[in-house]
């Protein structure tokens, strides 16, 4: 099973907010993404999803990112 990170990027400054992660389904992954952009929601911020050989698989703005939780996967939870 792959392992990720989740980093919040906000003007070329990156911050970890989750490390190693195992998602189940790539709908666990972008739940995950989903919460924490619900919580930042700041103009021009992103969230970029890592493998563990660093190479990038997801970068998304936060705006997309709520818009997609909105439409497309029925809403996110809570990050727990």
């Given at each position: 099973m792959e392992r990720y990170s989740i980093e919040l990027v906000e003007a070329a400054r990156a911050t970890a907010v989750l490390r190693d992660i195992a998602p189940s389904t790539s709908h666990d992954l972008w739940t995950r993404?989903?919460?924490?952009?619900?919580?930042v929601n700041r103009p021009g911020a992103m969230i970029r999803v890592t493998n563990t050989a660093g190479k990038i698989v997801i970068l998304v703005g936060v705006a997309t990112a709520i818009r997609l939780g909105a439409d497309a996967l029925g809403?996110?939870?809570a990050l727990a």
């Open positions: 993404i989903g919460a924490i952009a619900r919580t809403g996110f939870p």
